[in-house]
């Protein structure tokens, strides 16, 4: 009723690029049908399905009842449950997408954890514990889910728009900083496949949170063509360079300097880059940064416990982010600490670096899109497979959302206002694919009338217990584990 009562804008500036987007869109719609070998109707008109849908995506059932699918639906889990997505194949096709433009021609990407959280799911394999943040002091709480590691594409402007161009899931064997290390590494290499990044320009900067181990990650990732921008918390310790000793002096040469504590300020001397900055949402700001600095690595951290030799010195920038004061109408920001394994940026790429780390955010609105409107962790799938196969259908739709932007610029209801095509979201962008699908078309055959199967006989039950796999990692790493205090013998007289 909703899309009737639409208004359609046909010329104008949405008509510029709809013609080139429509054919760009129907390209990408029959790649991903190739990489759909079994099952290839039912995945693909699910994903349809799920964007041609007027609600949130609630449930998988009624994802049937969208006329898009056309199918029943047992169709619909026959085809999540044994059809078959060629991963590396799309992969390389969501790679070759045009990236987000940036003035500086320069790509950034962010890389994230978010949980598919099935607390319930006691058959399901493959569980890890899921931090969780709850409101209050220490109210966090450990969840079972299926954790997943996403890469994305940001852009730039006053948008949230990502591009999804990664998905792993976090395995119980799986090392968390070691998969995104390879993701990284992966995704750099098909942009690069793609031809997004030739040999002299930037490096790619990639932005993360403060979940992952900055030191090792920038270890992993030496030689690629990237720079990383990694939150660090505000009591970690960095270590200046030491200087030359001078000749004659007695013992080795030191290790590690002075210490810059992020949590001391009397340790903050010395900065090299001290200047002052203005942010549209936070006011004005100051930035201060430190040359050549690094964390002291010991054999007890995550990773190097079997590193061969001396453990390395890996020199970076630190950068501390903070507001000079709270103006009224400003976003409140608290001093914010970041580390990048480049030694020597300077004021310019300092800049750089702290206003991508800014962006790294766009990646949580995409997070909650996916979750609370297409329904990503709504599914109640029991097979880890199958979870994998419907969270790169949803990757799949966010790119064919983000192919029509100028399709359903032409499409709005009579009291939205026209906008132009980078300034929709992606809400509204959904609510017009079903014009942008009539145009670009669909590869899928349509659905041949079929009787149901008899079921299960009436009166019979299952009499097979499904396994329940434990939750949480294999093999767990020495020290993670809380040993029972042995009792003593008491001793008397």
Known sequence: MAFSMAWFDGGGEHAEGAAGAGGMLAAFRSGLYRCLPRRADALFGLADAVLCEDRKVTD??????????????????DGLGAGRIEFARLRVAVAGLPLPEWPDGRIRLAADVSCWLRPDAEASAERMFCYVKGRGKNAGQMIPGWPYSFVAALGPGASSWTLPLDAARIGPGDDETELAAAQLREVTARLVAAGHWTDGDPPILVALDAGYHASRLAWLLAGLPVTLVVRVRADRVFYRHVPPRAAGTPGRQGRHGAPVSCADPATWAGAQVAAAADSARCGPLAVTAWHRVHQQLTRQNSGWEDHPGPLPVIEGTLIRVAALCQAPGYQALEPMWLWSPDPAAGPAEVTVLWQAYLRRFDLEHTFRFIKSRLGWNKPLIRDPAAADRWTWLIIACCAQLYLARPLAAAIRLPWQ?????????????????????????????????????PGRPKGSKNKTRAPRPPVGKRNPKPGTLRRAATKKTKQTG
Request: charged share 15%.
């Open 417 to 453: 206002r026209a906008l132009p095509a980078a300034a929709l979201t992606p809400g509204r962008v959904r609510a017009g694919f079903r014009h942008a699908r009539q145009i670009a078309g669909t590869p899928a055959s349509t659905a041949k009338p079929a009787t149901p199967g």
């Open 60 to 77: 998988l059932a009624r994802l049937s009842l969208v006329p898009e699918f056309g199918r029943g639906h047992g169709a619909l889990y």
